[in-house]
């Protein structure tokens, strides 16, 4: 320290040393020579301070430096900074790409020849018994999938990105360091594009995992990163639900090799169940229930086939159809062009099941929004009058979307499915007869859920005609059926998966509600969609405010001693119904 001289070059030498470098060997070497004073012991600082390198010394320090530097290429000079290292190269772009539209890319490039005999037709063609449907992307992409080609490529795909793992792991680390002056993201779109392909693949464990992985890397919040971990985390659940449900799921009902047990719905009448019953036995319980004896118009009787067709002249709607394979909620495709409702509900009128029936569904058609007329006949159930959608401020998603019309020939069928964001759901038949089958919720696992695109699950499994080999863990689901008939009120609740096969042609209105039964699982359903929908985050918004389960449950339920005709709870025309809740608002308008 008192010698400048000297103490300076040691202390760079030590601090300028990578770590493949010897610098006790180079201070042994260098400093102080071998003859100074001071390498003699006892010989005091002093001799340190006076120490002058003799004739020639500082020559064989330079000539030392020299030598080693010729025997090392490699090595840098002690005074020398260190070099600027480039970060790592990025992946290749085409496997940061969502997997829809890497499958679409290669199936446009591959032209449809792909081989093992697979053929373009096949995949892209519509149903094969109507030219009018227009099948909906996913559809399309989910048969690319299921063919032999169409795995091979996710699985290398798959194979490729995780290759790719090592290398977006060095880079994002050169960015944390702060050596690369912008985060490009590229290891979190990596990893949610190869979560995204897993779960094309059924392979939900590893999906997770990446997923999961993407968020915590991801500090930005993005909402593509959230949907996809929220997927990957429901496919997951769904399997581990499964494993653990299927030794201890009960046997009820009447069971074969080649059928689902089956048990009965409830069939009450209004008269004998109140406001508060029907909470505690089916709203709560999430129990399905069929209720008689309710007036659904106030007409006072149930609208005909000409009476629809009398106040829908000037309506249009899209249709839907029914296709066996589809990716779509309910199975269910949109037909190409807009129908004339009136021509449609008389054609399924007239129909009797030969080749005149019309093939297509008016399947949730909204009345407030289309035909105001008819939604102003509509009673709403003295059961569902609380829905706090309703307290919503004006425009704000599904406020105006409900009741809803359907109008189906007989034969048609909607595929199994849950209702979307959690919500419940009832139907008043007015014509007709429809055959349902329900499953609990907790019983949603072993029905075998995908969770490829949506938060709505897809289901491959026919609970008509069952593959057990298949689908093994399905033998161990029990179904609620019923028919349901004209006249007659049903009550879905959230969660329940369940499937609907229009045994005659028929006439049906219903509603999507949300009350203090369900209303904690709306949101959750509502702030999951919301990272890709900003409306679904907004109705969460406003129904978190201004509501909680706790109070909606506390406000709505009647007297222990209240019966069904109590003045709280009683059945509502459609403007009534309106009004109460706009008399009772508190929201402030949309923003």
């Not at 290429?73 to 900074?81: D, I, L, V």
């Not at 392909?197 to 997923?211: D, I, N, Q, R, S």
């Amino acid at each position: 320290a008192q010698n400048d001289r000297t103490s300076e070059p040691v202390a760079l030498k030590m601090a300028d040393h990578d770590d493949h470098s010897e610098p006790s060997a180079e201070v042994i070497s260098e400093w102080p020579p071998a003859d100074s004073p001071c390498h003699c012991p006892g010989s005091g600082t002093a001799g340190i301070s006076a120490w002058q390198p003799r004739d020639g010394g500082q020559r064989n320090l330079e000539n030392n430096r020299k030598r080693r530097r010729q025997q090392q290429p490699g090595q840098r000079a002690p005074n020398q900074e260190r070099p600027p290292q480039p970060p790592p190269q990025l992946p290749p772009a085409d496997l940061l790409d969502p997997v829809n539209v890497a499958m679409a890319r290669w199936w446009r490039r591959a032209g449809g020849d792909v081989g093992q005999g697979v053929q373009r037709s096949s995949v892209t063609a519509d149903n094969d018994n109507d030219d009018d449907v227009a099948l909906a992307p996913h559809t399309r992409l989910l048969r690319i999938a299921r063919t032999p080609a169409g795995r091979s490529f996710l699985a290398s795909r798959a194979d490729r990105q995780r290759a790719a793992l090592p290398a977006a792991r060095a880079r994002h680390g050169f960015d944390q360091e702060g050596l690369h002056t912008e985060n490009d993201g590229c290891l979190v779109d990596l990893l949610v594009a190869l979560s995204s392909c897993l779960l094309w693949l059924g392979e939900a464990e590893e999906a997770h995992v990446h997923a999961q992985q993407a968020v915590l890397l991801d500090h930005d919040g993005r909402g593509d990163v959230l949907w996809q971990a929220e997927l990957a985390v429901r496919a997951l659940t769904a399997e581990q639900q499964r494993l653990a449900l299927t030794p201890k799921a009960p046997c009820r009902g009447v069971a074969s090799p080649s059928a689902l047990a089956r048990v009965a719905v409830d069939r009450v009448s209004c008269s004998s169940l109140s406001y508060l019953q029907f909470v505690q036995r089916y709203a709560q319980a999430r129990k399905p229930v069929v209720i008689t004896d309710l007036p659904l118009t106030t007409r006072g009787e149930p609208w005909s086939f000409d009476h629809v067709a009398a106040l829908t002249t000037d309506c249009l709607a899209t249709l839907k159809h029914t296709v066996p394979d589809s990716a779509e909620w309910a199975r269910l495709e949109p037909a190409k062009d807009q129908t004339r409702v009136s021509d449609f509900v008389q054609a399924v009128k007239t129909s009797d099941g030969s080749l005149n029936t019309p093939s297509g569904y008016l399947f949730d058609w909204s009345l407030p929004l289309h035909c105001p007329q008819l939604a102003a006949e509509v009673m709403i159930p003295r059961y569902f009058t609380g829905d706090v959608l309703q307290q919503t401020p004006p425009g704000t998603l599904y406020r105006d979307s409900w009741p809803s019309l359907f109008v189906a020939p007989a034969g048609l069928r909607s595929h199994l499915h849950v209702d979307t964001f959690g919500s419940n759901f009832w139907m008043g038949l007015m014509h007709g007869r429809k055959r349902w089958t329900f499953f609990e919720p907790a019983a949603t696992p072993l029905l075998y859920p995908e969770y490829t695109h949506s938060l709505d699950p897809q289901f491959a499994l026919d609970i008509d005609a069952p593959d057990f080999e298949r689908f093994p863990a399905a033998r161990h689901a029990v179904a609620c059926e019923t028919v349901l008939e004209a006249g007659e009120v049903l009550f879905v609740p959230a969660g329940s998966a369940h499937s609907v096969y229009n045994e005659t042609k028929s006439i049906a209105i219903s509603a999507n509600f949300v009350d203090g039964s369900n209303l904690a699982h709306v949101l959750t359903e509502l702030k999951a969609i919301g990272h890709v929908d900003p409306r679904h985050a907004d109705l969460a918004k406003h129904l978190e405010h201004h509501h909680t389960a706790e109070q909606v449950t506390a406000q709505e339920p009647a007297p222990a001693t209240a019966t069904s005709k109590s003045p709280t709870h009683r059945d509502l025309p459609f403007e009534s119904f309106k009004k109460k809740h706009g008399q009772h608002s508190r929201l402030p308008s949309s923003q």
